[in-house]
């Protein structure tokens, strides 16, 4: 076993000289590796593209299938299996054509064991490594993350709390949050984490069914209840029997609905329409919405009763912008999720594209964020991300200077005057007349204000703060 080692490593070594791969076989399996060996190419592509195999080597020139071709196919299938190539002596541009390939390294033949380990065990350390990284983000995500849950800010912590909390018991439970927030995903995670695991989650979205089907849809009805009503329906509560019943944008149930849910709720039997019989089901309700419903019982838009019933336990969840804490965290999972969706490698996110990400209001909250990265994913071509791989809109975007802002960020006269001066070249594109038009100053004055540099729109002025 070698050094650290806990478990051996597996590698396949595929060449068609069987005598030559009796040799390495038996040298890696003294070295504590374990190794399996092919003398057909065909054969061995089965195994090593399903990436069972942390190092594969390969010879390049083979009968059947070329080892660069083999290269290929793991490449493509299997991107974190590292190969090794072994090429014919003095071909140059067949170790060229490998590393171009994908290859990590290659060996030309003939080689002495030594150098051949050297190589190997190289690779295999760099395996180490990666895994180590990879048990670290795992780490991470276990203890920032539930059920695909991802956060650390305070509120979010206790969020998670609530929902271990919560799952285990049959309360109903309300989920509050602006759109994107994640209320879908704490209603399943509740779900997913009670005893109510094994049986169905029906979502319904109540603003998204009309009116005069909605009573329908919940409680079911019998064939010939109206026209239309060609056969009988169970009704999403029936279909929920045993498991969770999530009624999104509860806010928008018509107020008709609302008095017949909150009998369901009360008495645990719903009537489907067009039916004198009554049906006992067990459901458990979990509502969300992103409305202020105590405002609509104010307006007499939402039964107060219901929103007793269904509000036993609420769950709020704040808007991005309340916890910036969570958005690297939040940035490293998306692009670990999309980079490994596109079959690339997870790109870095420098200091600079990161102020802005951190900067953004995030209206769209969570889901916002999730798009633009899966978008400036497919941007970024590099392994940055880099400020230019950003929407527009995020790059280009100003926080509105009201004057509580300007309070809170307790600044001066004269900080609020070079901001203003600022914003006003960036609009007129650093054309000083134009700006000491507006600002009503001469355009000399407004010359020695910014110290006399021209102004170059994508940077901020001198001695003004961005
Ligand atoms: N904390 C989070 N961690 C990981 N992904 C999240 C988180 N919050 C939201 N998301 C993702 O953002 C998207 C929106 O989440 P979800 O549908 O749960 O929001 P919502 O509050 O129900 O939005 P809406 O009000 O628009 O229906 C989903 O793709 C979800 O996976
Ligand atoms: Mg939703």
């Known amino acids: 076993m070698r050094d650290g080692m806990s478990e051996s490593l597996r590698v396949a070594i595929i060449d068609d000289d069987a005598a030559m791969l009796r040799v390495l076989e038996k040298h890696l399996v003294k070295a504590g590796y374990e190794a399996k060996t092919f003398t057909d190419p065909l054969e061995a592509t ?40 072994i090429t014919a002596f003095g071909s140059v541009s067949s170790a060229v054509e490998a590393m171009h390939a994908g290859a990590y390294d290659y060996i030309s033949k003939p080689f002495n064991l030594a150098e051949f380990s050297l190589v190997v065990n190289k690779a295999a350390e760099r395996y180490t490594l990666h895994r180590e990284v990879e048990q670290l983000r795992d780490q991470l995500q276990q203890k920032y993350s539930m059920s695909n849950i991802i956060g650390k800010s305070p509120a979010m912590l206790r969020i998670f709390e609530t929902i271990n909390r919560v799952a285990r018991s049959q309360a109903n439970v309300l989920i509050t949050g ?13 779900h997913f984490n009670g005893d109510r695991a094994a049986r169905p989650f029906v979502a319904v979205n109540c603003s998204a069914i009309p009116e005069d089907l909605l009573e329908s849809e919940l409680f079911g009805h019998v064939r010939g209840a109206f026209t239309g009503a060609t056969a009988d329906n169970i009704g999403l509560f029936c279909a929920a029997e045993g ?58 838009e939402f039964r107060e009763d219901l929103l007793y019933r269904i509000n036993v336990i609420t769950v709020s969840i704040p808007e991005l912008h309340e916890r910036v804490e969570d958005i690297p965290l939040l940035m490293e999972y998306f692009l670990h999720k999309y ?66 802002s300007i309070e809170n960020a307790r600044l001066s ?34 010359k020695v204000k910014c110290g006399n540099v021209p102004f170059d729109r994508t940077l901020s002025l001198p001695g003004l703060k961005p």
């Not at 008495?267 to 992103?290: E, F, L, M, W, Y």
């Not at 909250?365 to 995020?394: F, H, Q, W, Y």
Request: net charge negative.
């Open 46 to 85: 089965d195994a090593v593209t399903k990436g069972c195999f942390p190092i594969v080597i390969t010879d390049i020139c083979m009968p059947g299938l070329s080892g660069l071709d083999l290269l290929k196919s793991i490449r493509d299938n299997s991107p974190y299996t590292t190969v090794i190539c």
């Open 178 to 190: 602006r759109s994107g927030t994640g209320k879908e995903l704490v209603a399943r995670a509740i």
């Open 243 to 300: 498991g969770t019943l999530f009624l999104d944008e509860i806010g928008d149930m018509p107020f008709s609905m609302q008095a017949k849910l909150l009998r369901v709720i009360e008495d645990h039997q719903v009537r489907p329409v067009g039916s004198a019989v009554r049906k006992t089901v067990d459901v458990r309700i979990i509502c969300a919405t992103n409305k202020r419903l105590d405002v609509a019982v104010q307006r007499g």
């Open 413 to 446: 006269m004269r900080d609020l005057e070079s901001r203003y001066v600022a914003h006003v070249l960036k609009k007129t594109g650093g054309d000083y007349t134009e700006a000491a038009d507006i600002l009503g100053m001469s355009v000399d004055d407004l």
């Open 339 to 404: 980079a490994e969706q596109m079959g690339r490698s997870v790109p870095d996110v420098p200091r600079e594209t990161m102020d802005i990400l951190l900067r953004y209001p995030w209206p769209g909250n969570v889901r916002e964020l999730e798009n633009v990265i899966e978008r400036s994913l497919l941007m970024c071509s590099g392994d940055a991300v880099k400020p230019g791989d950003l929407p527009l809109t995020i790059r280009h975007y100003e926080p509105a200077l009201d004057l509580q």
